[in-house]
DNA sequence: TATTATTTTGGAATCGATTCCAAAACAGAA
DNA sequence: TTCTGTTTTGGAATCGATTCCAAAATAATA
C-alpha cells in the first residue's frame, strides 16, 4: 500500500512476469492479449493500487485529455456558470477534463492564457461568456481546435453555439397570443445586442405569422432593466388602447414590471399578462405570481461545445475539407409558471367551439 | 514560424550552440549561467517563439503547477461562483491552473474525481460546497494536500475556510442598533445549519453586548426562504409590541418581507428597517427600496483556499509538526443601500448629547 | 507432420524537459 | 608562472508512459 503512486508500468511487468508492452497495452484495452495475461496484469494492478501517470502520457501521445476552458468574466451572471457545468458534465463523461482560466475580460491576459493552455497540451479550447455578444480572440486561438459559446467573432471564421433569441421571442408572443392576447406590449432595452435585437424580431415574426399588424407604440425602448421595465409599463399602460400583455426582454426588466403594474392596481395575470425571458430561477421563481419566461441554453451551450470539440471538429493536423464552422443557435424552451395565464377559459372555449 | 510547438529544448540548443542544460538553467532562472549566454539563450528562444512542454517538466519534476477545484454541485447557487473566481485568480497570479470538477453530489464521482486527479499529479485539491455546511469526503483525499472551502468535515482533520455567520449577525444586528432599534425581529429557518446557527447566535451576542435582553418571542423560524419571510412578517408585525427592523436570515427571506410589509401598508424604512443576508445582487440591488445586507466572503475563500495550499499547506513529503489544521471564519461585509436606514437623525442627536 | 498464417510477447527507442556530475574556463593568490 | 577555488558549461541519465519491431508461441492449412 501507502504511496502506490510510484509505482510505474515497469513495476508492474515485473511482478506480473509480463514485458512492459503487454501491460501498456492491457492499460488501453488494446487487442492481442490473451486473457489470461490480461487478467493477470489486471490483478497485479489492482493489488498494489497501480494508477498510470497522466504527465508520461501525455508526453509519449501528445494528448492530454484536456480541454480549456476559458471565460471572459466569469461571475457576472449566475446563470451563466450552467455553461460550465454542461461543458464539464459532458468532459467528466469522455474522460476529459477542464482547465479553467478567467480572463477578467483582459485581452493580454486572455493571450496569455491560450498559450499557457497550448503549453498543457489540451485538446481544444472553449471561450464562453457571460451573455450573448460579440468576442474579439488574439490570432493564437487558431493554433488549436476552439469553440465559442454564448458569443461569435464576426468573420463566423469560429464554431459558435448561442441563445435562438429569435425563437425565443417567437415562442414568448406566440404563447401570449394562444392565450388570447392580441396587443402584446414588448419591453425592450436601448441597448443593440444579440438578445434584444432578435427577441424583438421573434416578436414581430410571431404577430406576423398570427395576422396581426405590428403596432410601433407596443414596443418601447427603455434604459436599465428593472427600471426600464418600470418606465415600460406606465408608458405602455397609458396608452388610449393598452396591451394586454406584456413580453420583457428579460427578467430582471418583469421584475420592475411587476412593481409598476401593482403601483397601478393591475393584477397579474388577470389584468395583464407577463412573460419574461432567462428564467432566472432567483427572481422568476420568487415573483408573485411565479414567472412564465424562457431558458436560456447555458448548459446545452456548455455540452454541445464540448462534444463538438471531441467529435466533430477538424483537427488541426487533418484539417479536413474547409468547410465553414457552424454557427449554432440552441431553442430556448419556455418555462410556465403563472404570470401568462390569462383569458385561458376562453381559449378553451374556443378551442372546443372549433 | 509554423507549428513553433513542435520545438525542443535540445533545438534551442543547438541554435544557440550550448548545452541542454544551460537551456533548461535559463528558463528557470536558475543560476551559474554567464549574462551573455544568458542573453544569447533567450533571443533564441523568442526568434523561433519557442515554449517549453508542461508535460516532460511534470514528469520529470513531478510538479504540475495545477490544482484541483472540486465542487458538489457548481450552478445551484449563483454567488458561489465567485469562489471559483477567487481561487482562479490566485491561482493565475502564481502561474497554477485549476482544474475543475463537478461530482454533481455523487460520492463515488467524487472519489473517481479525486483519484484521477491525482494521476495528473495536481499539487492540491480545493473541495467547495455552494453553501456552508458541514462535508463527508472518502478518505483519498489525505493523499494529497486540500483543503475546503465553504464547507468542514465533522473531525476538522482538514483545514477549512468558511464565512464568519456569527460575526455577520453580530455586524447586521449591530447595524440596526445603532440605528436606534431596540425591538429587532429576526426571522430564521427552521432547518438547523451553520448560517441560520451562526447567524442568530451573532443576533443574541449583539443585543446582549447592547444590554438588550432577548425576547424570544422575536424571534421565528419559518420555513422556506421567500414564503418563510412572508409568513414571518404577520407573525411578528401582528405582536402587541412589533419589532421596529427585521433582521432576514437571507435575501430570499427579504424579498418575501418586503411584500409581506407592502401588504401591511408598511413602508421601508420608515416604518421597519430591513436586514439581510448574502447579498444576492439580483434581489438585493433590485428590490425598492435597495436591501441593505452582508455579503458572504466567498471571493476571499477562494483565494484563501489557494493560498493556503500553496503556500502554507505542510506538504506530505515533510508533514513538518502536527498542528490541527486551521479552521478560518472569514469576516462578511456589511454592504449599505438603503432597507436599514431608519432614525438615523435620531441616533446623531443622541451621539451628539453625549 | 510440415508449413504457413496469426496471435501474443518482450524490450529497446522515444517523447521533452530537469538534474547531476565531471570537465572546462576563469579568477585570485602565492 | 603555478596552484587553488569558483563559475560556467556540456551531456548522459532520468522521469513513466507508448510504440514499434522482431521473436516466440499458437493456430490453421495442406
Redesign the pocket.
Known sequence: MGSSH?????DI?RRA?????????V??DS????P???AQVHRVMAEVNY???A???T????RSSALAFITDEIASTPYAVDTIRGAQDAAWQQNFILLLVNTNNNQQLLEAAIASMLDRQVEGVIFATWYHRMAKLPAIIHRLPAVLADCFVEERSLPSVVPDEVQGGYAATELLLRQGHRRIGFINNEQSQPAHEGREQGYRQALAAWDIPFDPELVTCQFGAAEGGYAGVYLLMRLPHPPTALFCFNDRAAMGVYDALRELGLAIPQDVAVVGFDNQEIIAAHLRPGLTTLQLPHYAMGAWAVNYLLHEAPSLSSPGPAVPPPQIKLTCPIVLRASHAWLREEVVARTESD
Open positions: 510510484d509505482i510505474t508500468i515497469q511487468a512476469g509480463v514485458g512492459v508492452g503487454t501491460v501498456s497495452r492499460l488501453n487487442p492481442n492479449v490473451s489470461a495475461t490480461r494508477r498510470p501517470k504527465a508520461a502520457k508526453l509519449r501521445t501528445r
